[in-house]
C-alpha cells in the first residue's frame, strides 16, 4: 500500500514540475500563486542562477534604451 502512495506523490510532484517550468517558458503568470520574496542577493526566480540584482540591472538598462 505504502510503495503506491510513494509512486503517486512523485508522479503529482512531477507533473507539478512539469507544469511550473511550462509556464515559466511561456511567460504565463498565474495571479493566484503566491509571490516569492526576492532579495538582492538571491538568486533570480527565472532559474538562470545569476543573482536577482544584475537581472534586473538588465531589464532596467533595456526598458530604459526602449523608453528612449
Same mark, same amino acid.
Given at each position: 500500500? +505504502?510503495? +503506491?502512495?510513494? @509512486?503517486? %506523490?512523485?508522479?503529482?510532484?512531477? /507533473? %507539478? @514540475?512539469?507544469?511550473?517550468?511550462?509556464?515559466? !517558458?511561456?511567460? &504565463?503568470?498565474? %495571479?493566484?500563486?503566491? /509571490? &516569492?520574496?526576492?532579495? /538582492?542577493?538571491?538568486?533570480?526566480?527565472?532559474?538562470?542562477?545569476?543573482?536577482?540584482?544584475?537581472? =534586473? /540591472?538588465?531589464? =532596467?538598462? !533595456?526598458?530604459?534604451?526602449?523608453?528612449?
Amino acid at each position: 500500500m +505504502l510503495p +503506491l502512495a510513494v @509512486e503517486t %506523490l512523485q508522479a503529482h510532484g512531477a /507533473r %507539478l @514540475e512539469k507544469e511550473r517550468q511550462r509556464k515559466m !517558458a511561456g511567460g &504565463i503568470v498565474d %495571479l493566484n500563486s503566491r /509571490r &516569492i520574496k526576492v532579495s /538582492r542577493n538571491g538568486p533570480c526566480p527565472c532559474g538562470s542562477g545569476k543573482k536577482y540584482k544584475k537581472i =534586473l /540591472r538588465n531589464e =532596467l538598462k !533595456a526598458f530604459a534604451a526602449n523608453s528612449s
